[in-house]
């Protein structure tokens, strides 16, 4: 069965530190994919990244990036730059289904960027 | 841009009445799912729903539970006669599904409170 770890359950930073929120997967399938959404304090899940296993390339999304790390069952997330509008709960999501039909969100880490 | 709508954002109800969360998706989206949340929690896996049947469903979606796109535009999650451990901000989704699952579009939320 598979499962998410962000062990991180809150974090707090100053305005323009840099951050780096941590998940670690666990699954048996070879082919899977993984996610992280953010949920600001109005509620709302928002989507931020998409990442397949066979894709280990870091990504950089402006102030935003994700390493990758087959070797370690690990997809981190780091926000450069932190700002106060980052401030939010950050769910990191695994999914073994092809076809998306049931995703796996991690307990989350919530982070706290003060001014 | 498209987005998914949830109604009504956020209900009232007495244990053991009937409620009907409803959903618009993505109108060319194929997949639709309903994700439940209780406060400070993680985000948990209802049920998925696909070609006007349900296509999965965990075990949190007992008999209680039933969804249904009663049209070409609508998906509803009904609960038959609510608990007080059915408190929970509800999620609908959908994706376009096909090769890989796509991101999840996440609409607002639901809140549920039951008295």
């Known amino acids: ?115 | 841009e498209p987005e998914v709508t949830q109604t009504p954002s956020h209900q009232v109800t007495q244990m053991g009445q009937e409620v009907i969360l409803r959903c618009v998706p993505i109108s060319n989206h194929l997949y639709f799912y309903w994700y439940r949340q209780i406060l400070g929690q993680k985000v948990e896996f209802l049920v998925s729903f696909y070609n006007n049947e349900i296509s999965e469903k965990s075990e949190i979606f007992d008999d209680q539970f039933s969804v249904e796109r009663p049209d070409g535009s609508n998906f509803t999650l009904k609960i038959r006669s609510t608990k007080l451990e059915d408190s929970a901000m509800y999620f609908c989704a959908s994706s376009e599904g096909g090769r890989g699952p796509g991101e999840l579009f996440f609409g607002e939320g639901s809140r549920l409170t039951v008295l």
Not at chain 1, 44 to 49: H, M, P
């Open chain 1, 1 to 115: 069965a598979q499962k998410v770890t962000q062990a991180q359950t809150e974090i707090s930073v100053v305005e323009k530190e840099d951050v780096t929120l941590d998940c670690v997967y666990e699954t048996r399938d070879t082919t899977y994919y993984l996610f992280w959404y953010k949920q600001p304090p109005s509620g709302e899940l928002v989507f931020l990244i998409r990442r397949n296993s066979f894709d280990e390339q870091n990504e950089i999304s402006g102030r935003y990036s994700w390493n990758f790390q087959k070797s370690t069952s690990s997809f981190n997330f780091t926000i450069t730059a932190s700002q106060v509008v980052d401030s939010a709960v950050y769910f990191c999501a695994l999914s073994e289904d092809n076809y998306g039909q049931n995703f796996v969100f991690g307990p989350g880490t919530r982070l706290s960027v003060l001014p």
